[in-house]
C-alpha cells in the first residue's frame, strides 16, 4: 500500500475539533474557520455541546502551560535559562540551582500555553473526546478525517516524501507510531477512536 496524500499541517484537519465536555464529562465540538496559519487563532473558534448548556467563544485558555525562567543568577550573574514540564495548574516561582554558582534560589516564572502533541484542543486546551492509549503513549485525532489520514500513513508500507515540510503532520509523528512493528495495534485504536464518532 502507498502513502501519496499530501503532507497536511495538522492544523488542517482543525475545523471540526471533538472534544470532552469540561462541564458534563460528554462529547462536545470545537468549530472554527480555515486558516493559512501554522499555529490556530482562538479568535474564530467556539465550544459547545449538545448535551448539557456548555457553550464558550471567549479566549480564555484551559489546557496545558509550560514556565519559563530567562534570568541572571541572583547570586554570580550567570544565565539561568530554565523551562518546566507541560502542567495545567501554574504556580508564581520555582527553585533552580545555578550551574555555575552552584546555589539555589527561587525564581519567577512567564508561563504560556503549551500547544505541542498534547491530547487537547488547539483552541482552548479542551481535552480531546479522540484519544487512546496505545503502549504507554497517547494516540489522538481532532476527527475522523484527521484519524484516517494518519490510518493511511500508519497503514502504507511505502511512504512517498514529496519534501515534506517540518511542520507536516506526517514529519511529526512520533516514532512509536511509525514502527512497522506497532502498525497493527495502532490501526486498531485508530479504528476504534473513529466508531466514537
Known sequence: MKFNLPAYATNYFSTTVWIKCPKCGEKALVTSQP?????????????HCTSCSFKTIERNWSGYYQGFINLSCGYCGTRITHCTKPI???????????????????????????????????????????????????????????????RTYIEATLREDNSRHKYSLIANLPQWMVLA????????KIDKLISLV
Request: hydrophobic letters at 35%; aromatic letters at 14%.
Open 35 to 47: 486558516t493559512n496559519a501554522v499555529i490556530p487563532l482562538t479568535n474564530n473558534a467556539e465550544a
Open 181 to 188: 512493528k506497532n502498525r497493527d495495534s495502532i490501526v486498531k
Open 88 to 150: 495545567k495548574e501554574i504556580y508564581a516561582k520555582e527553585n533552580v540551582t545555578c550551574t555555575s554558582c552552584h546555589k539555589k534560589r527561587a525564581y519567577g516564572l512567564l508561563w504560556a500555553p503549551y500547544k505541542s502533541n498534547t491530547a487537547t484542543d488547539p483552541f482552548f486546551g479542551y481535552d480531546l473526546w479522540l484519544q487512546i492509549e496505545v503502549k504507554n503513549n497517547i494516540l489522538w485525532g481532532y476527527n475522523k478525517e484527521h484519524l484516517t489520514y494518519i
